[in-house]
């Protein structure tokens, strides 16, 4: 006898569970549901296994009514369903759409992209000030989490190239608020950090395969 693999269309399986212990009034154990959806119940416990997991399904044991184990049974783990599609792009799109109409919109998205760039660039700890090769290293280190593909050109630094932009398609369309809000980043992680060296420019598209970064030393407060 050939057996099957559990594994064989996980997520239409998986679905019809989820649908069988929302369509029903009772909490359901896995004999049920194996003979409600005509698969075996070895099965329906190996992707029960990987709802409960997933946090999609809660299981539980009954109150026992007799003599013998008390069953095991699922529900459905209350709260909207987490699948299906996401339009995060669509939403971007709207925001941008909106806060573009603003005459202050390059000014407004460079302000969050200051405090957002102040957040996510790792930390120096004080009082220690670090150097320009320093700074241009944790700068590029938090665009490259961001997914911009930085690489800055000289010793030091004077630019660095961005041959990647995660939000390419959003850039095209409004670059007079997302440039601003990716300078913004830049600026701020830099001054977070008490960097020698400011973010001056963003060349959008400068080149045909990246936007360029313009970098030179700031003037350091005499004590």
């Not at 154990?29 to 296994?49: K, M, Y």
């Not at 399904?57 to 529900?75: I, K």
């Amino acid at each position: 006898m050939t057996r099957t693999d559990p594994t064989t269309g996980d997520q239409p399986r998986r679905h019809a569970l989820l649908e069988a212990l929302r369509g029903s009034d009772a909490a359901l154990g896995v004999t049920e549901l194996a003979e409600q959806l005509g698969i075996h119940p070895n099965t329906v416990r190996f992707h029960l296994d990987a709802l409960v997991a997933e946090g999609l399904v809660d299981r539980r044991l009954e109150e026992p009514t007799g003599r013998g184990r008390p069953r095991t049974v699922h529900t459905p783990h209350p709260g909207m369903d987490r699948g299906g599609r996401r339009q995060y792009q669509l939403l971007a799109k709207i925001l941008l759409g909106q806060l573009s109409t603003n005459p202050d919109a390059g000014a407004a998205a460079e302000a969050a992209g200051r405090n957002w760039g102040g957040y996510l660039v790792e930390q120096v700890p004080p009082p220690r000030r670090p150097g320009a090769a320093e700074a241009i290293e944790r700068l590029t280190a938090m665009m490259t989490d961001l997914g911009f593909a930085p690489d800055p050109d000289g010793d030091p630094a004077e630019r660095i190239r961005l041959r990647h932009c995660p939000f390419l398609e959003l850039a095209e369309e409004y670059s007079a608020t997302l440039c601003p809000l990716h300078l913004g980043l830049m600026r701020g992680a830099l001054s977070e950090i008490r960097a020698p060296i400011a973010a001056t420019r963003l060349e959008p598209f400068a080149e045909p395969d990246a936007c360029i970064v313009h970098l030179s030393p700031t003037r350091r407060r005499s004590a």
